[in-house]
């Protein structure tokens, strides 16, 4: 599945919502969220992509390509989002070092770093498809 497709946020949505202890983490959080996956055309991604998502109770509810206004919005280039679904840079570390700019309450997002954890590890179970040079490190994803 191609990264930040829709078909590829239905799955996300499927495995989130399945996961015993990414819900038991996430549970009675209610937030939005649009990320921005920031066009690299000299490394063949020649577009800028624009996903989102609510969480109701811990609960991924409904999944979007496009902007929309949302509680958090979390921007960095394709390839940082790339190294975070690979496991080279951990999310609260790319948030920390400026690499994952964010824009909403700071320290709510903070708060939920165990979710997060869980939710990118989630993530990596997920056949994934990068664009352009990143396609070398296409995630083959588990059942």
Same mark, same amino acid.
């Given at each position: 599945?191609?990264?930040? *497709?829709? !078909?590829?946020? !239905? !799955?996300?949505?499927?495995? *989130?919502? @399945? +996961?015993? /202890?990414?819900? !038991? ?5 209610? @937030? *939005? ?5 920031? @066009?690299?055309?000299?490394? %063949?991604?020649?577009?800028?992509? =624009?996903?989102?998502? +609510?969480? =109701?109770?811990?609960?991924? $509810? ?8 949302? +509680? ?9 989002? =790339? +190294?975070?679904? &690979? ?5 609260? /570390?790319?948030? @920390?070092? &400026?690499?994952?700019?964010?824009? $909403? ?6 708060? $939920? ?18 664009? %352009?040079?990143?396609? /070398? ?7």
């Amino acid at each position: 599945m191609k990264l930040a *497709s829709l !078909e590829y946020l !239905e !799955e996300v949505r499927r495995r *989130s919502n @399945a +996961d015993p /202890q990414y819900l !038991e983490l996430a549970k009675g959080h209610n @937030a *939005s969220y649009t990320l921005v996956l920031e @066009a690299e055309p000299a490394k %063949g991604v020649n577009e800028t992509t =624009v996903i989102g998502f +609510d969480n =109701v109770d811990g609960k991924i $509810g409904e999944v979007w390509v496009g902007k929309r206004p949302t +509680d958090f919005t979390l921007t960095a280039p394709y390839g940082v989002w =790339v +190294d975070i679904l &690979r496991g080279k840079l951990g999310a609260t /570390q790319a948030i @920390a070092s &400026r690499k994952l700019k964010t824009q $909403g309450p700071f320290l709510q997002l903070l708060q $939920g770093a165990n979710r997060i954890i869980r939710w990118v590890e989630i993530l990596r179970t997920i056949p994934t498809e990068f664009e %352009g040079d990143y396609a /070398q490190y296409n995630l083959p994803g588990t059942p």
